[in-house]
C-alpha cells in the first residue's frame, strides 16, 4: 500500500536550472513533514521539517511548501549544483499514537550535471 | 555529538545463518528507531524505543527479528535463520525534540546480503 508518492522518480538537469520536486500523501491528518537527503549507500540527512500548522520552511537555496489539504509538498531547489546529486526523500510523521514514526516516499534521484 | 554510529557497515551471511547489527545513537536522544530499505525504495519503519522500553514493531517484522536497547543506550537488532528476502540495508536513527516535531538523526547502515 503506498501511502507516499514521489514524482518524478528520477530527474537528471544541468548546473543552475531550479528544479521542483514532488510528495503527495494519502493522510491528510499529518503531524508534520520532512525532507531528507541520502547520498549513495549512506544513510539520511534531515534537511527541512514543516509543522502541519506551516505553509513552507526555507533553509539556503531550499524551499518545502506543505498543502495538508489536497496531501502535496513541493521541495524547490535554486540554482542547482552538481552536489546536490542524491536522492530526495519525504516522509510525514502522522502524530498521535504514531508520534515519531516516518512514513517514507519511494525518493526522486536527482542528477545534476557540471 | 559524534552522530549514530552502526556496526558492521557491510554483512553477507548464507541463508539460515543468524546476524546481530548495533546501532550507538546520539547520548542525549531517548529515542530510537530501525528502519529497513530494499533497493529503489524508501526505508521502512521496523521498531522503536523510547529509552529501553521497546513501544512498537511494524508488522514487516516477523517473530525471526528482536531487537533490544538495554539500558536505553545502544541497541541490537538480530535477525534469526536469516532468508534471501532479508537482504536490506538497515538503518538506525535516533530523535531529539524540537519545534514542530522530532530532529532525527540518521546512521550510514547496515548492508545485508543474503546468499
Known amino acids: 500500500k503506498q501511502e507516499v508518492t514521489q514524482i518524478p522518480a528520477a530527474l537528471s538537469v544541468p548546473e543552475g536550472e531550479n528544479l521542483v520536486l514532488n510528495c503527495s500523501f494519502t493522510d491528510s491528518a499529518i503531524y508534520n513533514l520532512q525532507w531528507f537527503r541520502q547520498d549513495p549507500g549512506k544513510g539520511l540527512t534531515s534537511l527541512l521539517l514543516?509543522?502541519?500548522?506551516?505553509r513552507e520552511q526555507t533553509s539556503g537555496r531550499l524551499n518545502a511548501s506543505l498543502d495538508k489539504s489536497s496531501g502535496r509538498s513541493t521541495l524547490y531547489i535554486a540554482a542547482s549544483q552538481p552536489g546536490d546529486s542524491a536522492t530526495y526523500l519525504c516522509?510525514?510523521?502522522?502524530?498521535?499514537?504514531?508520534?515519531?514514526?516516518?512514513?517514507f516516499g519511494q525518493g526522486t534521484i536527482l542528477t545534476v550535471h557540471p | 555529538d559524534t552522530g549514530v554510529s552502526q556496526d558492521p557497515r557491510h554483512k553477507i551471511t548464507k541463508r539460515g545463518q543468524n546476524v546481530t547489527f548495533r546501532c550507538d545513537p546520539i547520548?542525549?536522544?531517548?529515542?530510537l528507531y530501525w528502519y529497513r530499505q530494499t533497493l529503489g525504495q524508501g526505508p521502512e519503519f521496523l521498531t522503536y524505543?523510547?529509552?529501553?522500553?521497546?513501544?512498537?514493531k511494524s508488522r514487516l517484522l516477523s517473530d525471526r527479528f528482536s531487537a533490544e536497547r538495554p539500558k536505553g543506550s545502544f541497541s541490537t537488532l538480530e535477525i534469526q535463520r536469516t532468508e534471501q528476502g532479508d537482504s536490506a540495508m538497515y538503518l538506525c536513527a535516533s530523535s531529539k525534540a524540537q519545534a514542530g516535531g522530532l530532529r532525527y538523526t540518521f546512521g550510514s547502515g547496515t548492508r545485508l546480503t543474503v546468499v
Open positions: 516522509a510525514y510523521d502522522a502524530g498521535g499514537t504514531s508520534y515519531g514514526k516516518l512514513t
Open positions: 514543516i509543522q502541519s500548522s506551516q
Open positions: 524505543f523510547q529509552n529501553e522500553a521497546q513501544l512498537e
Open positions: 547520548s542525549e536522544h531517548n529515542r
